[in-house]
């Protein structure tokens, strides 16, 4: 089976056993959001904002009709 750790791909043998830790992943990134980052997520807000208000209305789902029990005569 083909597993994905770390950005690395390795072949294992089944069964894979695995666990989640207890403990937190500690992160090391810079304070604050990069001008870059910012203007990306305000163009994803803003297109989210936009699709949601011109979305479709959804479409009803589909009434099913009832089935007799009763045997055809």
């Known amino acids: 089976m083909k597993v994905a750790t770390d950005g690395e791909v390795l072949w294992m043998r089944l069964p894979v056993c695995f666990e989640v830790s207890p403990h937190p992943l500690m992160l090391i990134r810079p304070e ?3 001008e870059e980052r910012r203007q990306a997520q305000a163009a994803f ?3 989210a904002a936009s699709s949601h208000a011109s979305a479709p209305a959804p479409t009803p789902a589909p009434t099913s009709t009832p089935v007799s029990t009763e045997p055809r005569t």
């Open 45 to 47: 807000a803003s297109d």
């Open 32 to 34: 604050g959001l990069s």
